[in-house]
């Protein structure tokens, strides 16, 4: 790091301007500090008439139905709780960013019956399921892979580093916690960009050009150029930042014949992640809680943890939500980076149904051989 800072001090910096299209500072209800931010006024208590409600969608759709890509607002009917659940959706997406339901308890439910009512309460935060895979799965477990030689990042205990998804909300319901551990960290995606602006203004610039070199395990490898910062909507800019994808990772080694990263796009992602990590906050990991996250308003990442057994390891299970309503429009740029999360008919979406996880998630090689969008291979 000294050296790089030595060879940034012989630079030009100061006459570097930021990019007209974006702003000098982000104004939003989730640009705020690790002391501003309240989890408390961002958790929803599921009460016992929720419950009930939630439940009776439950078994009407048992009755009616059977078949989880039917799964929606319509066959899963929340005629209370859905209002106040479309509520919480419009602020995710113009607002606050985050949001966090407790109370549901998922040792009364089978594993049917916990993924039913967890994809039947995200249909009225997000109607738009993406994929997580190559073969179009949209709903996945995390839980630690003992049975793959190369697991990804995702099904290891490991810490794993600040970075968006691809997809508008990122929706986890934690079915079963660590021992100790695994909280998802997040932090304000705005409040990075501003003290970034703040402090080290000529990496605006960096960030915005399309010229990152992420990098695919498919074969052949070779490398697609993106940038890690969008211009957005009402000066509102956001971040498409997965260091895997630029570095490679313990299980994906990046090949020596992709371009390495330049002085500058080196000094932004580091200081992206630095910033992410000063000013992040803890989501407590509840049994039974909901987490709902805007990619767009806030980094994540997990710290590492240790289970007890295998029996009670821990185990979430993920979903990534767009929303036809209250969703941003996409540029072409954003929709390239993104892929073809969303670009597929939902009768062709596949649920994994039991909390082990198949090869091809688990595993780096299988998942990179048959993911669609060539850049998205470290996801987490």
């Known amino acids: 790091m000294k050296r790089r800072q030595l060879l940034l001090a012989q630079l030009d910096l100061a006459n570097r301007s930021i990019p007209a299209q974006f702003p000098r500072q982000i ?37 009616r139905h059977g078949q989880p890509n039917d799964i929606s607002r319509v066959t899963f009917p929340l005629p209370t709780l859905g209002p ?31 993924m039913v009512l967890y994809a039947g309460i995200a249909s009225y935060i997000g109607d738009v399921r993406g994929t997580q895979s190559g073969s179009n799965h949209v709903l996945t477990h995390l839980r630690v892979a003992n049975n793959v030689s190369d697991p990804r990042p995702s099904f290891m205990r ?56 992420h990098w695919t395990a498919r074969k052949p490898t070779k490398e697609k150029c993106f940038p890690l910062l969008f211009p957005g909507e009402n000066q509102t800019p956001y971040f498409g930042f997965t260091r895997y994808s630029l570095t490679g990772s313990e299980s994906s080694p990046k090949p020596e014949h992709i371009r390495p990263l330049t002085l500058l796009q080196a000094e932004a992602m580091d200081s992206i992640e630095m910033l992410a990590a000063k000013n992040a906050v803890a989501l407590p990991q509840r049994k039974g809680d909901l987490h709902f996250i805007s990619n767009r308003a806030f ?57 082990e996880h198949t090869h091809e998630m688990a595993s780096s090689s299988e998942f990179d051989s048959l993911y669609l969008d060539e850049t998205t291979h470290t996801s987490s």
């Open 84 to 114: 106040r659940l479309r509520a919480i959706s419009a602020d995710l997406h113009r607002g606050s960013g985050l949001a966090i339901l407790k109370n549901l308890q998922p040792d009364k439910y089978t594993p049917w019956e916990n």
């Open 158 to 213: 490991d810490d794993l580093p600040f970075h968006n998804d691809n997809g508008e909300i990122l929706s986890l319901y934690i079915v079963e916690p660590a021992a100790s551990g695994g909280n998802t960290m997040i932090s304000s995606a705005g409040h990075v960009y501003n003290e970034l602006v703040r402090t080290k203004p000529y990496l605006i610039d960096v960030l915005a050009k399309d010229d990152w070199p």
């Open 299 to 355: 980094f994540h990442a997990r710290k590492a943890y240790q289970d007890l057994s295998m029996d009670n390891a821990r185990h979430l299970m993920r979903l990534i939500l767009m929303d036809s309503e209250f969703g941003h429009a996409l540029t072409t740029a954003e929709k390239v980076r993104w892929g073809a999360s969303f670009e597929f008919s939902p009768d062709q979406a596949a649920w994994i149904l039991e909390k």
């Open 27 to 63: 104004s939003s209800p989730s640009t705020l500090s690790s002391e501003q931010l309240d989890l408390t006024q961002l958790t929803f208590e599921l009460d016992q008439s929720d419950i009930g409600e939630i439940e009776f969608a439950l078994r009407t759709f048992d009755a």
